[in-house]
């Protein structure tokens, strides 16, 4: 394969011990690392070092209770936005991604968060929205019951709208803090957003100062119809999944349309899938890495993530070498999730049990375990073939998984030219190749 003029985007996706759902049993792996800070800096540190654009935290805000959790290390995790402030200070040039739901906070919070985090950082924040896909986080917030899918994606739009004109509170230089002249800020450059919405009623402004990047970058998750079109108005980045090159190649055609569509250049969108690795100096070393973890994997744990997988259904009546069930459209969860999963059982008759070990590394995204040249290949198809501008990297254990990954892959990559040997900018929007937004006309302060 020859190298490509234009360089791939990566992400390292940091989930508690891995994204294995067995990874935690391994004795390799530190069973308590997600609320370790020590380990979360020496994985920050590591995907530094490889020059990673940025590191990704997924986030939930209900405990996993459900039939099966008992089994699975993501039970307990520590709040994205408690965590990066300290990676921030142990790292220097990395983004720092975390995902906080649109449908179970405020976006006062939310944009003043970030904001606090761009600036501290020096531009390095990134925020996953989302909508929950969690049913469970209702009763958290005094909901009896989950918002529908329609409403959340209704919520999200107008929930993204306020927080970006709150970010678009203040100038780049509107706090001159002149010891001279006794002015603190230039009140002309103030922007009130004095927003009034179904969904939402905020004033404004913000109380931080319009950070590095403007706004901190956005990235989207989700692929259903409403996701996509989220996405096309909102993502800088968009995370997905994907199985096949076929299915990843629509997905990026249609994307890129959609922005298109919505007045955006597509180059100022990236479409990141993620990529289950398992790698190592052989094949066969890196296949009985993989057997190790697949003989881990306990029924109800694997029942338990492929249930929350398809929509928040309860499999436990159905057997295990059973057909999956035809189940209704989730309201709950992720459509674009149930569909992948419902089509691969289908198309290869896979059978519940089958269907859980099938995604027990990956939850149905990418999955390649070999070696560095094996991995980098499939890597490099899929950027040179329109499937993909970069990708979400989703190590099976950790912290083995993410060292294996950059001492190896990472390399590989390098010496075919598809990705960067240093950092050439400060910002997360520097490494992503994005433009610092405008700043949009909110109403001028009198």
């Excluded at 983004?95 to 739901?101: H, N, Q, Y």
């Excluded at 990843?248 to 298109?260: E, L, N, P, T, W």
Aim: hydrophobic share 40%; net charge negative; with cysteine.
């Amino acid at each position: 394969m020859s190298a490509s003029t234009r360089q791939m985007h990566l992400g390292a996706f940091l989930m508690e011990t891995g994204h294995h759902v067995a990874a935690w049993r391994h004795p390799s792996v530190q069973a308590d690392a997600g609320t370790s800070l020590r380990a979360n800096i020496a994985l920050a540190q590591a995907a530094e070092k490889a020059c990673f654009d940025a590191i990704f935290f997924a986030d939930n805000v209900a405990a996993n209770v459900a039939p099966g959790a008992t089994r699975v290390a993501r039970s307990d995790r520590l709040d994205p936005l408690t965590l990066l402030p300290a990676l921030a200070v142990a790292t220097d040039r990395i983004g720092l991604v975390a995902t906080v739901t649109t449908s179970y906070n405020e976006p006062y919070h939310v944009a003043r968060k970030f904001a606090s985090l761009d600036v501290l950082s020096g531009g390095r924040a990134g925020w996953n929205l989302v909508t929950s896909d969690n049913a469970a986080e209702a009763q958290n917030f005094g909901r009896a019951e989950h918002i529908g899918h329609a409403e959340r994606y209704e919520r999200a739009h107008e929930f993204y709208q306020v927080v970006t004109g709150l970010w678009d509170s203040w100038d780049d230089e509107s706090f001159s803090r002149d010891k001279t002249t006794g002015v603190y800020y230039d009140a002309s450059t103030l922007s009130v957003l004095n927003h009034r919405g179904k969904h939402f009623s905020v004033a404004g402004p913000l109380n931080v100062p319009r950070s590095p990047q403007g706004w901190p970058v956005v990235i989207q998750a989700g692929s259903s119809e409403a996701g996509r079109n989220l996405a096309a108005h909102t993502a800088d980045v968009v995370f997905t999944a994907h199985s096949n090159l076929a299915s990843a190649q629509a997905f990026y055609g249609d994307m890129k349309k959609r922005a298109i569509a919505a007045g955006r250049a597509p180059d100022q969108m990236k479409i990141m899938p993620g990529i289950s690795v398992i790698v190592a100096e052989s094949e066969s070393e890196a296949q009985e890495r993989f057997l190790e973890l697949q003989s881990l994997v306990d029924p109800e744990a694997g029942v338990a993530m492929l249930a929350r997988m398809l929509g928040n259904f309860d499999l436990s009546a159905y057997p295990l070498d059973g057909p999956l069930p035809e189940l209704p459209l989730t309201d709950s969860g992720q459509r674009s999730r149930q569909a992948l999963l419902t089509a691969l059982a289908g198309s290869e008759q896979l059978t519940i049990r089958d269907l859980y070990l099938r995604i027990a590394a990956g939850r149905g995204h990418h999955a390649v375990v070999g070696t560095a040249k094996r991995v980098a290949d499939a890597m490099q198809e899929w950027f040179e073939s329109d499937a993909a501008d970069g990708f979400n990297v989703m190590p099976a254990d950790l912290p083995d998984g993410l060292t294996r990954f950059c001492e190896l892959v990472v390399p590989e990559l390098q010496r075919r030219g598809l990705f960067r040997t240093r950092y050439t900018g400060t910002t997360l929007r520097d490494h992503l190749g994005l433009r610092k937004p405008a700043r949009s006309g909110a109403q001028r302060a009198a």
